[in-house]
DNA sequence: CAGAATCCACGGCGATACTG
DNA sequence: CAGTATCGCCGTGGATTCTG
């Protein structure tokens, strides 16, 4: 019914598509909060002190950029001492398999840097 | 034979090399260029007309990053004007396959996206 | 406790001019 | 042609201070 089907995106969509996507994940602490939260719901502060450097501003700043993003879900209980929790959603654990590949892949970084240091085992018989 | 099996990865071991990968993928240039050279080898002037924005400097530095981590070849021709051809190693061959899979994901991005702008349709049964 | 606001340092990138 | 060198802007992130 439609009239263009859907094969061969162009390049120019990849390109920013990847982009929108290395963006999401390419800040200096998303890929940190995310495996963190990976590992189960945690309040602000805990966030603040098992990522370990990172600052206030910048933390808050990446959780609402994931949470805009829908990577993360934000729930704040009214209590006295205010309590904030965060946690994955499910697009935020479709991320993580993403961020494993990513991951699995950095082996092939590391075996070609191995194979860089001594040139002469490259084509061994 | 070998001590300690390779079984689950320390979670700070993951996002280290999650962030290798990423960082030499994040430059804003770094994508762009590898899908460029995805559609055959290149010379400099040309990957600078057909990326667009991009400057000189940045355009030599990112192909240096490139070439550094193995991901592109550089290939310089001694003649008269000089010529030099850029293309992707089986490295970033490879690489080409994982942007494949991060461009993919970014779908589910765009669901996530739709979804959250119209809240009714969330659980139509 | 969980931020918001402000100030500042640093690095990335563009623009331009110059060179082998 | 394929860079290098220099300058300057701007965004990101840290440190600190203040607040509901």
Redesign the interface.
Known sequence: MASTPPAA?S?LQ??Q??????E???GRWS??VV??LA?GTRRYSEILYEVGEISKKTLTQTLRTLEA??IVTRHAYPEVPVRVEYSLSP?GW??TR??M???E??????Q??AR?RRPGLALAA
Chains 1, 2 share one sequence.
């Open positions: 995106p390049e990849m390109i598509r990847t982009h929108a996507v290395l999401l994940v390419a890929v940190d495996y963190l590992g993003h829908g697009l479709s991320l993403l961020l590949d990513i991951f892949w950095s082996s092939e970084l590391d070609d840097r860089a």
